[in-house]
């Protein structure tokens, strides 16, 4: 099924180490975002890209990087993780949908950093 | 920078009750959207208004867009537990979103 898939759903990280998620998406659009979600905060976004070798910062960059080497792929990076990163990352893809520009977002990567 | 801010941050209603979820704009959207996120799951798109005053209902749904184009409410009538979740409103404007930090819907049986 078309869609955006995210990987892993589930990490626990020890403070100081690395990860990538990676998000695919099949459905050929241009625009991807990653967002994280901490209770009552609602979606923030980290960075996001326009297309392939495209990537921007969003509201709260620090401590990410993102790239977008394939159309099809955008990977979120955590250089040396802190507990201030335990959180859901969502990634979206942007495409047109009866007239409207609509996210399609993925499952969602749940990351615990002790 | 631009804001959306949405009230209340929690609602919880018995079953057959109304509720209402609303966003505020610093400024004026080109449109706004919202969206859904069932416990445990991701925002999921639920519709688009475009036109100043603009309203659209979904069965039991209304959504309402004001005539300034800086605020609406996204209204549900006689509450079921399959309403349930977090509701998300996003303001679209140069090609970037702003969510609210989205209502959080309890509906007890």
């Known amino acids: 099924n078309a869609g955006v898939t995210q990987t892993p759903k589930f990490r626990v990280l020890k403070t100081g180490q690395s990860m990538t998620l990676l998000c695919a998406q099949d459905?050929?659009?241009?625009?991807m975002y990653w967002y994280r979600q901490d209770p009552g905060m609602g979606l923030r976004l980290i960075h996001y890209?326009?297309?392939?070798?495209?990537?921007a910062k969003g509201e709260v960059p620090d401590g990410y990087n993102v790239s977008r080497l394939k159309k099809q792929n955008f990977l979120l990076g955590l250089e040396s993780a802190a507990p201030s990163q335990t959180s859901v990352y969502f990634c979206?893809?942007?495409?047109?949908?009866?007239?409207?520009?609509?996210?399609?977002f993925g499952a969602g990567s749940r990351l615990t950093v002790l | 920078g631009q804001q959306v801010m949405q009230i209340p941050q929690y609602q919880h209603v018995q079953e057959g009750e109304d509720f209402t979820t609303y966003c505020n704009s610093s400024?004026?959207?080109?449109?706004i959207q919202w969206y859904k996120q069932r416990p445990g799951g991701h925002p999921v798109f639920l519709i688009q208004?475009?036109?100043?005053?603009e309203v659209k209902k979904q069965k039991r749904l209304t959504f309402q867009f004001g005539e300034a184009k800086k605020n609406s409410s996204l209204h549900i009538t006689a509450t079921q537990t399959t309403d349930v979740g977090t509701y998300f409103c996003?303001?679209?404007?140069?090609?970037?979103?702003?969510f609210g930090s989205g209502t959080k819907l309890n509906v007890k049986p």
């Open positions: 979206a893809s942007e495409g047109r949908f009866y007239g409207a520009n609509v996210l399609t």
């Open positions: 996003a303001g679209y404007n140069f090609n970037k979103f702003y």
């Open positions: 208004l475009v036109k100043s005053g």
């Open positions: 890209s326009v297309g392939e070798g495209t990537t």
């Open positions: 459905m050929n659009h241009e625009y």
């Open positions: 400024t004026t959207l080109s449109n």
